[in-house]
């Protein structure tokens, strides 16, 4: 009976020590890899304000994200974001697999700014999507699905993505060349990275940035023509 008691003593210390250690030290790491990975990926500047995050609850929260408007464009954000609230499912982190029940967006603003026939927002989906990790296979063969469990890494599934109080503003195009600032409707996605049994971050980052923009370009569509039949 002692021993037990004193090997239920030695978890609790032992996991005490995980959890303290977990959520202190990945903080700055979240940070040091947005600030340093996150412009090589996305081809433009990356910050964000704060990151916490605890592996044992599950529970996180990111502040102040900041994607810069990509090389070309005037100086200034493309997206920011106030928030980002994080609930993970605690048993899928250390799978292979990890489980995101829900991802909240909080007042996110889109600066899109059309240069020619290009937008911001697409070039930062496009340098993306150049990014994205593919298993290495010989002979490669482009036609063939690919199967994110021969990439290495963490896979995710993203159970619901709500986007509160979006907004974006920008300019008419021509001829009215007017400003405009729209708030948009609150956006909610589901089952992200389901079909695949998991996708790698890059991966599922790139579908929900995808979906955004499909509603900046409706709403953006409906700001012109509202404005149009004035």
């Known amino acids: ?9 030695l978890s609790g210390v032992i996991a005490f020590g995980i959890s303290s250690y977990t959520t202190v030290s ?3 790491i979240l940070k040091k890899t947005a600030h340093y990975i996150g412009p090589k990926v996305m081809g433009t500047r990356v910050q964000l304000e ?3 995050l605890s592996t044992l609850s599950g529970y996180g929260t990111i502040h102040n994200v900041y994607l810069a408007n990509p090389v070309g464009f005037p100086r200034g954000h493309c997206i920011q974001i106030g928030e980002i609230d994080i609930n993970m499912l605690p048993s899928s982190i250390g799978t292979g697999t990890i489980i995101i029940d829900n991802l909240t967006i909080k007042a996110m603003d889109i600066s899109h700014i059309t240069n020619r026939k ?7 989906l496009q340098n993306l999507r150049n990014k994205l990790p593919e298993p290495r296979e010989f002979p490669p063969n482009p036609s063939k699905d690919i199967d994110y469990k021969k990439v290495i890494g963490n896979r995710y599934i993203i159970k619901n993505v709500h986007v509160i109080t979006p907004s974006v503003s920008g300019s ?3 001829p009215q060349k007017a400003n405009f600032s729209v708030i948009m409707d609150d956006m909610h996605f589901t089952d992200i990275g389901e079909a695949e049994n998991g996708v790698p971050f890059l991966v599922a980052l790139e579908q929900i940035l995808t979906k955004i923009e499909h509603n900046v370009e409706y709403a953006i569509m409906d700001t012109h023509f509202r404005y149009k039949d004035r």
Request: net charge positive; glycine share 0%; no cysteine.
């Open 26 to 28: 990945i903080n700055p």
């Open 172 to 174: 008419m195009p021509k």
């Open 50 to 52: 704060d990151a916490k």
């Open 118 to 124: 290009e937008n911001n927002f697409d070039i930062l």
């Open 1 to 9: 009976m002692k021993k037990i008691f004193l090997l239920m003593l």
